[in-house]
DNA sequence: ACCTGAACACCGTTCAAGT
DNA sequence: ACCTGAACACCGTTCAAGT
């Protein structure tokens, strides 16, 4: 019954996908692991900060199935593979977008889709400035954007919300990631 | 003791403001209304529905001060103020931006900001799909920015994260909303 | 290092009953 | 129409103690 700290992480990240987030509870995950809710703060000082290892798990796992993404691409490309791929990810696990974006909001984790968007937009010639407010835009619409369509399957499963079943979620979201980059690319030209 | 549903809200809102979204419970409310948390249920269904309402009583009031909007100017600028607006009515209060963003993800209340803004998009000759898409990616980031900011303005305060103090919210959301309306005049000059 | 067991201080919601 | 009182089924977190 002795696990290690990566292995409470995993379990987590299933519950959470077996289950949702509001199912995701210490005394559930203990429950699971087979030991009491108070062990796991031997592991981690808070929910809140396991949650941010749970987002940073799905980041690093990445998308089920990852495009590839041609190095030699301009970095409106880059950028915008960058966002998809992100999307991708939170996709892959029941209530994904919601964890990555509390995690964000509370700034103990899922760091490295900001980075990797600055980076792309710095080494693409954008002023270092700009490349954080555009990056910080971007990730407040894919994930927003995530999260509510995530949101609205769930709804619409349950039954609590009327979701339209003709949204096509995929086409309005690359819409928006084209939307800001297409606004950057008109602010970097001058 | 008796109340109705609108002095239920106000009071709601005045519990928000003061101690924050984490204290606005059932059981708290009815403490500060006099009454029994079960006597709430006569007037909402459940938590989230008067969370909706107080999302709503928000946007009724706006602003503490409102600039003024022309309404002979272009549809950029118009589409500008209302995000700006919404911004300001949101800061006007303790986790006004959170109580806002989560009635929207609910589907239960918060529709107005994305009706003035299709609306104002569509006025001003931009396709009504299009002016969707762009409405929500305006509003993504408008509350997924202002979530930001009460977040880390709070946690500096609290001292759970590191808040800059250089940062220039003002400045960098007016960045983001200009980038998103620069994408979409491009596109809209085909 | 990792866990138990018990406790503390809470939650949202339901429901029969009262006025 | 609006509210009481009691209950149900939970929460996150702390802490002394065990191995």
């Known amino acids: 019954m002795r696990h290690r700290r ?3 992480v995993a379990r987590a990240l299933q519950v959470l996908d077996d289950h949702g987030l509001a199912d995701l509870t210490m005394r559930r995950l203990g429950t699971e692991l087979g030991i009491q ?3 796991l703060y ?16 799905i980041l690093e796992r ?24 992100l999307r991708d990810a939170c996709l892959a696990w029941t209530d994904g977008a919601e964890v990555v974006a509390t ?36 990730l407040h619409f894919v994930l927003g954007h995530a999260t ?17 079943p003709a949204t096509d979620f995929t086409a309005d979201f690359a819409t928006g990631v084209d939307l800001v980059l297409a606004g950057l690319q008109a602010r970097v030209r001058r």
């Open 62 to 85: 990445g998308p089920r199935s990852s495009s590839e993404v041609l190095s030699d691409e301009p970095w409106e490309g880059r950028a915008r593979a960058a966002c998809h791929t």
């Open 6 to 8: 990566e292995d409470v």
């Open 148 to 164: 509510d369509e995530q949101t609205h399957r769930q709804a619409g499963s349950v039954g609590a919300i009327d979701t339209d």
């Open 37 to 39: 809710p108070s062990a």
């Open 42 to 57: 031997h592991h981690f000082p808070s929910k809140q900060v396991l949650l941010a290892a749970v987002a940073d798990e």
């Open 103 to 138: 995690a964000r909001a509370f700034g103990l984790g899922a760091r490295a889709p900001y980075d990797e968007l600055v980076g792309v937009l710095v080494t693409g010639g954008v002023d270092v400035d700009l490349a954080g407010s555009a990056a910080r835009t971007l």
